[in-house]
C-alpha cells in the first residue's frame, strides 16, 4: 500500500465548505488504496490575525510567545478537518506538530526541523486511520512550541513525507502550479509540467511564492518528489522532482519576478581587507537579512558597496550603515526603495551562451534601466525600477518564447 | 516566599486592555515577595465561538478532536498574558495543560485531573519566572489532549494549588464575590466574607455559577483556601474555607436558584427490587445526567417516580423513558419543562429545627405550588414554577434576613 502525504494551504481550508471539500478530497486518495497522512495550515488570514492580537498587547511580543500563539492557528485548522473525515465516516485523528514529533531547534519563529520521530503518526496509520498534522510547528529540545516560519507548512509536509518514506508528498494551494511567470503579469504564461529542484529552487527563492524553497531543498535532499496542484480543481499540477530531462527543452523556464526589494549604495568605501565584515556583521547582529550585494571593481583604493534588502528592512539598515559608514570613512549612504527585480530561471542556461546578452537586450528595447545583476550558475538576475517590474516580465516571456509548448 | 495561584476568568481577560489589567494585578503580587502560578480561561466567548465553528463542520463533532479545538482558546490567552507580563518587564512563561503537566483520564469533554506533574513549573518557578498555564485542559495516558468541562480552569488552579503545596488559590471573576442569594434578583443581597467548603458546595452545584463545583471540592479535599473576587476591583472577596466558625452565625448562609430544570414522572412503576436500576442504567448509557430522585411511597405495589434533568436532556431522557416504562409495565410518562428550583443553604441548619417550616411557609404566603422537596444535610431545595423563581429567592432572603451583617 502507498503512503501519501498532502498538504493544504490556508486557502484551501479558510472555510467549513472547503474544509469539506478537502476532506472529500482526502477519501477520495483513500479509496484509492493508499494511507494519507495530511498536513495543514492555518484558515485564510488567522495567523495574520492572530499577530495583530499579539500587537493589541505589545509592539514588541516575545518570540517564544507568540510561537505557542501561532501554532494554534494550524491546531484549529487540522481538528476541524478531522471532524469532517470522522464525520464522513473515516477514522482521522489530528495531532499538533508536538505530537506528530516534529522536533526542531529552539530559533522561535524561524525553527529549523532536527528530526521527525513519527512512531505516533506510524501507529495511527497502521490502525487505519488518516492523520491530520498542524502544519508549521515543531517542539524544541526543552519541550516548547517553535514555528518554522513562514511557509513552514510546505516544510512540514516534505520533512513528513522523507520520514515516513512516502511516495510522492502533494501541496495543494489556491493555484495550479508552477507557471513559467506570473499569470496575473503573463495571461499567456504556461503551466510547466514538471520542474527541477534546482530550478524551482530558484524560482521560489526569487519571487514565486508557491512553494516554500526550505520544502524544495528537503525535497531534493531526500528526493521525494513534490506535486503542486489546485485544491480546488481536478487538473494537473506541476510536478518538482530530479528527474527533469535536461537537454531537449527550452534552456530558460521560468521567470520570477519580486517586488520588495530596496538597495542601500554606500560610496567611496575604502577598500582594504576586513572592510565588508565591518559593513555585514552589524546588519546580522540587528537581524536585517541581506539578499544581493555587489561591490564595484575598486579605483584608487576606493569603491562602492552595494546590497538590497526588503522593503520593510531598510530604515533598519540604513541606521545601522550610516554609522557604519562614519567609521570606517566611507563617502556616503544612498537608498532606493522603489526597486523590483526580475529573473530567468533555467538549469539548461549554464552551459548554453547568450541568455544573459538576450535579456540585457529585451530590457533595453523597453527602455528599462538595470540597476544592478546578479547571477547564479542557472539564474540571472536583474534589478529594475519597480514601476517597469510588469513590463519586464512579459516582455522576457516573449523574448524567450516560454508560451510555446515544449518539445518532449 | 509564598506562593499563590491566581486563576482570571474568561471576562477577565476578554481584550488586550483588560490583559494588561491582570498583567498588572499578578505583578502587584509579585512585587509583594511572592511566586506567582496562574491560571486563564479562554478570552471571553472564545469557547462558544469555537463550539460554533465545530458545528458548523458537522452536528456531532469527535469529542476527541474537540477537546483539541476547545483547548486552543486558553492557549491563545495563556500566551498574551505572558506577552503582556514580559513588555512590562516581568519575565512570564505560558505553558499548555499539557507542559505543565495536567495529567487526566481519556473521558474527552469532562476529564478528571488524575495528577500534576509539576516539574516544569517548579522549575520556571525557580528561575523567578511568573507561570501562566493554559487552564481547563491536560494530558491523558496516550498524550492526547482532554479538556475538564465547562468551568474546568476553577479546577485547573485549585489542583495546581494543592500539587504546588500555594498558601492560597485566588479566583478572580467579574463578580465580587459569594453572596447571599444572585444581587440580579435581590438588590439588598449581602457579599459573604467567608463560607465554608461544603456551604459552597452546595450553593455552586445548586446554581450559583460564580464558582466550579469540582473546584471547591478540591478546595477542601486539599485544604486550600480559594478567595473569590472581582479582578476589575480592589474590593475584599470571600474566602473559601474549612474554618469558618458554625455556631454565632446565620445558620443559613445563602439562597442558590436555578432556572434550567425539567422534570419527568412515571406513573404506575410497578414497585419490586431492581426497578430503578432498570430505569436508570439505560438513562446513563444514554449519558442523561440526573439531578433530582424522588419516588413516592408506595400504594399497592405500584409507585410514582420523578427525576429532574437539565432542559436540553429533556428529550433523549423521555425517548429513553418512554421505552423503559413499556417494557416494565409502567402506566404512563409525563414530563414538564417549565420549572426551577430555590436552594437555602447552610452548616448550621442540620442541628437547628424549624427551617425548612419556614421556607414551605415563605413560599406558600407568594403562593408558590411545591412540586418536589429534597434535602441534604445542609440544604432544602425546593423545585416550583419557573416563572416564581425571582419571587421565591426574594421573599426567602427576606425571610431568612440574609440583608443583615452577621455578628462575629
Redesign the interface.
Known amino acids: 500500500m502507498a503512503l501519501i502525504v498532502q498538504k493544504y494551504g490556508g486557502s484551501s481550508v479558510a ?2 465548505e472547503r ?2 471539500n478537502v476532506a472529500r478530497r482526502i477519501i477520495a486518495t483513500k479509496e484509492k488504496g493508499n494511507d494519507v497522512a495530511v498536513v495543514v495550515s492555518a484558515m485564510g488570514d488567522t495567523t495574520d490575525e ?1 499577530i495583530s ?2 500587537h ?7 518570540e ?3 510561537d ?2 501561532l501554532s ?1 492557528g494550524e ?2 485548522s ?3 478537518l ?3 473525515l ?2 464522513m465516516g473515516y477514522e482521522a ?2 495531532l ?1 506538530g ?2 506528530a514529533g516534529i522536533r526542531t531547534d529552539s530559533a522561535y519563529t524561524r525553527a529549523r526541523i532536527l528530526a521527525v520521530e513519527s512512531q ?1 503518526i506510524v501507529k495511527e496509520l497502521e490502525g487505519d486511520k488518516i492523520v491530520i498534522v498542524a502544519g508549521f510547528q515543531g517542539i524544541t529540545p526543552d ?2 512550541i517553535a514555528t518554522l516560519g513562514r511557509g513552514g507548512s510546505d516544510t512540514t509536509a516534505v520533512a513528513l513525507a522523507a520520514s515516513l518514506g512516502a511516495q510522492i508528498c502533494e501541496v495543494y494551494t489556491d493555484v495550479e502550479g508552477i507557471y513559467t511567470a506570473d499569470p496575473r503579469l503573463v495571461p499567456e504564461a504556461r503551466k510547466l509540467e514538471e520542474i527541477g529542484y534546482d530550478e524551482m529552487l530558484e524560482l521560489a527563492s526569487y519571487g514565486s511564492r508557491v512553494i516554500h524553497s526550505r520544502a524544495v531543498e528537503l525535497g531534493e535532499l531526500y528526493n521525494i518528489p513534490i506535486l503542486v496542484a489546485s485544491s480546488f480543481t481536478e487538473r494537473p499540477g506541476t510536478m518538482i522532482h530530479g528527474g527533469v530531462s535536461m537537454e531537449v527543452r527550452n534552456k530558460v523556464r521560468g521567470i520570477a519576478h519580486d517586488l520588495d526589494i530596496a538597495k542601500v549604495t554606500i560610496l567611496g568605501v575604502p577598500d582594504r581587507p576586513g572592510i565588508a565584515t565591518q559593513i555585514f556583521e552589524p546588519l546580522a547582529r540587528e537581524n536585517v537579512s541581506i539578499d544581493t550585494i555587489v561591490q564595484n571593481a575598486s579605483v584608487e583604493r576606493v569603491t562602492d558597496l552595494t546590497f538590497t534588502v526588503a522593503k520593510n528592512n531598510l530604515p533598519r539598515a540604513m541606521r545601522v550603515v550610516e554609522l557604519v559608514a562614519q567609521a570606517i570613512g566611507a563617502r556616503e549612504c544612498v537608498a532606493n526603495s522603489k526597486l523590483g527585480k526580475v529573473s530567468i530561471v533555467g538549469t539548461g542556461m549554464q552551459n548554453a551562451p547568450g541568455y544573459a546578452a538576450r535579456m540585457f537586450r529585451t530590457l533595453y528595447e523597453q527602455g528599462i534601466n538595470i540597476e544592478l545583476i546578479t547571477t547564479s550558475e542557472i539564474r540571472i538576475t536583474c534589478i529594475i525600477d519597480e514601476a517597469r517590474v510588469p513590463d519586464a516580465v512579459v516582455a522576457l516571456h516573449r523574448a524567450f518564447e516560454l508560451e510555446k509548448e515544449e518539445e518532449q
Open positions: 472555510d467549513a474544509i469539506r492572530l492580537l499579539a493589541q498587547i505589545t509592539d514588541e511580543p516575545d517564544r510567545e507568540l505557542v500563539l494554534t491546531i484549529v487540522s481538528t476541524l478531522a471532524m469532517a470522522n464525520s485523528v489530528s499538533s508536538s505530537q505516533r519541550m516548547d
